[in-house]
């Protein structure tokens, strides 16, 4: 049997954050996972809500992903290491870390060339992909590989480094996208991914930085907290109900936009909302030799007009959430290269009401209108 080196914190009671179905959230009292020889033990101080929790908390599924038992959401945290295991020497209890969720073998061709991310044998924290499903980090006690935790740097907090996960997700599309100094960039969709994806490109150097969404409250809220140099707001309208409707409305989407922006075309466009139409505009929006990146994953078989994408060079580009950033995406941090980021995170609340914090990011903004950007739920 292996031995852990622990606290003098041995409590071992876990609160726990359970989805049992679509809007089913319990919250119960479990005995914490055991600490192996390579894992650690984190008191969780908080956790980060973002579009894949929501779809499970609606509908019980993401996408193709279905959950087949209870399980606990939650995989955008950080806290504070209480116990490791005896083999664990590069963190010790006590150790504020980032989390990084998935757990991957290290032994595959993809593990070994650094593309872990694509690891098939993956498993991820709040993820119904694999069975039996790996809990999220919605609990007080949350027991991981330690190699998967990273060191806070000083001064960086809880809730940035929460925030490390899907800024690790955007860290990786730019990295993919090549955006340099000069560019102009496009981005679809307004949300806590977006913004973190403007607070990047800036930092990295973009002349100019547009952001698009349907939610003039959401726009609003980039302008005013710098992640935009221009916003464009989309009209709400009917769902397409042909593929040759569908495109026609992305190319006058597409139009619209660069005549609102003053642009010729974006040398690099994100699109992070995965709808379909956002998917196809961003094809046309982009300029002869420029770059779409696909962050979004709301439509699993969208409709794209490739030949569009064909004749005038403009790479499509996959993301498919991370690797081997959260040392970078903490120093960014750390280095306050992201100043805006902090206002991202617009509710808190405590473990016991999550039902309430789904809610709130349920219906986009709380009672007094203010938009649900990011939502943090932890030891507040």
């Known amino acids: 049997m292996t031995t852990t080196t622990t606290t003098t914190n ?18 119960e009292s479990r005995p914490a996972r055991h600490v192996d020889e390579f894992d650690a033990q984190v008191d969780v101080k908080a956790t980060g809500l973002c579009g894949s929790d929501l779809h499970y908390y609606r509908h019980g599924r993401n996408g193709d992903f279905v959950i087949r038992e209870p399980l606990a959401m939650g995989h955008e945290a950080a806290g504070v290491v209480t116990a490791v295991g005896k083999s664990v020497t590069h963190i010790k209890p006590g150790d504020r870390v980032a989390i990084e969720a998935g757990i991957y073998c290290t032994s595959c061709d993809l593990c070994k060339s650094g593309r872990y991310n694509l690891c098939p044998n993956l498993r991820f924290a709040s993820s119904a992909k694999t069975y039996p499903h790996l809990d999220g980090t919605l609990q007080t006690r949350f027991t991981h590989p330690a190699r998967l935790l990273h060191k806070m740097p000083d001064g960086v907090t809880f809730e940035q480094a929460s925030l490390v996960e899907p ?66 707001l989309l009209p709400l309208g009917p769902r397409p109900t042909s593929t040759a409707e569908s495109l026609d409305a992305s190319k006058k989407t597409a139009d619209s936009i660069l005549a609102q922006s003053t642009s010729n075309g974006y040398d690099v ?17 982009a300029k002869a030799g420029g770059k779409v990146v696909y962050i ?19 790479d499509l580009v996959g993301v498919f959430r991370y690797s081997n950033t959260y040392n970078d995406a903490l120093g960014m941090f750390a280095a306050n290269k992201l100043a805006s980021a902090d206002s991202l995170v617009t509710h808190k609340f405590k473990l016991n009401d999550s039902k309430q914090a789904f ?16 939502i943090m739920i932890g030891d507040y």
Do not use: W, Y
């Open 10 to 27: 041995t409590n071992n009671t876990n609160t726990i954050a359970v989805l049992h179905g679509a809007k089913d959230l319990r919250i």
């Open 167 to 232: 800024l690790s997700v955007v860290l990786h599309g730019s990295r993919r996208s090549g955006v340099r100094a000069g560019h102009h960039v496009a981005i679809f969709g307004a949300g806590a991914v977006g913004l973190l994806a403007a607070s990047v490109v800036k930092a990295q150097g973009a002349t100019k930085v547009t952001v698009i969404d349907i939610d003039e409250n959401r726009l609003n809220f980039a302008m005013e907290h710098n992640f935009a140099d221009n916003i464009v």
């Open 269 to 285: 466009v994100f699109e992070c909302t995965g709808v379909e139409t956002c998917m196809q505009a961003s094809i046309f929006a």
């Open 296 to 314: 979004g994953m709301g439509t699993p078989n969208a409709t794209l007009p490739v030949s569009a994408a064909a004749f005038r060079e403009v």
């Open 359 to 374: 809610e709130t990011l349920s219906n986009g903004k709380d009672s007094s209108n203010r938009p649900a950007i990011k």
